[in-house]
T-cell receptor, first 113, second 114 residues
Framework: AQSVTQPDIHITVSEGASLELRCNYS??????LFWYVQSPGQGLQLLLKYFSGDTLVQGIKGFEAEFKRSQSSFNLRKPSVHWSDAAEYFCAVGDQYGNKLVFGAGTILRVKS | EAGVAQSPRYKIIEKRQSVAFWCNPI?????LYWYQQILGQGPKLLIQ????????DSQLPKDRFSAERLKGVDSTLKIQPAKLEDSAVYLC????????????FGSGTRLTVV
């Protein structure tokens, strides 16, 4: 069965600074990997996904993520954070069909002005 | 396209009462999921439907939780009787292979059991 670890519970960055959120996964086959964002009281919004091809994936809102098979990682990055990026971010791994997503515990991002 | 619709948005019940949540997926999405998200945790899959059949309900506490998806469209999730530890946000999501993987989530129902 697949599993996901997000090592950082909270991260605080200054507005305009770069951001990297860490995600490590465990899955025996080719993983399907996702990043979602959740604002307070809202559902989950898909930022980006990876299932094959180029290991650097571009998403919405200026986010990107890089799949590194050797490190079992799928870290999320943004070069310049905006105050509106403050939210909780979830990494998820799906089975070989992209189904049955298993989520990490999430990382809460705080942006200070 | 319209998103995944869920109702109600909020529900407060006493323990041992019953409650039901409703989900209307995106039109044409054959796969529907119910997730439970306890405060401070990531969502956990409860059940997956493919059309009106159950694909995976291995993590559904079947002594108190039940779910159905009649006619392969709308779905309801029921809890009877509720326990304090059932307090959570219940998220519905739908997907189709044509969407190239990734789910679309509804806004969820926040359940508080007192």
């Amino acid at each position: 069965a697949q599993s996901v670890t997000q090592p950082d519970i909270h991260i605080t960055v200054s507005e305009g600074a770069s951001l990297e959120l860490r995600c490590n996964y465990s899955y025996g086959a080719t993983p399907y990997l996702f990043w979602y964002v959740q604002s307070p009281g809202q559902g989950l919004q898909l930022l980006l996904k990876y299932f094959s091809g180029d290991t650097l994936v571009q998403g919405i809102k200026g986010f990107e993520a890089e799949f590194k098979r050797s490190q079992s990682s799928f870290n999320l990055r943004k070069p310049s954070v905006h105050w509106s990026d403050a939210a909780e971010y979830f990494c998820a791994v799906g089975d070989q069909y992209g189904n049955k997503l298993v989520f990490g515990a999430g990382t809460i991002l705080r942006v200070k002005s | 396209e319209a998103g995944v619709a869920q109702s109600p948005r909020y529900k407060i019940i006493e323990k041992r009462q019953s409650v039901a949540f409703w989900c209307n997926p995106i039109s044409g999405h054959a796969t529907l999921y119910w997730y439970q998200q306890i405060l401070g945790q990531g969502p956990k899959l409860l059940i997956q439907f493919q059309n009106n059949g159950v694909v995976d309900d291995s993590q559904l506490p079947k002594d108190r939780f039940s779910a159905e998806r009649l006619k392969g469209v709308d779905s309801t999730l029921k809890i009877q009787p509720a326990k304090l530890e059932d307090s959570a946000v219940y998220l519905c999501a739908s997907s189709t292979r044509l969407s190239n993987y990734g789910y679309t989530f509804g806004s969820g129902t926040r359940l508080t059991v007192v």
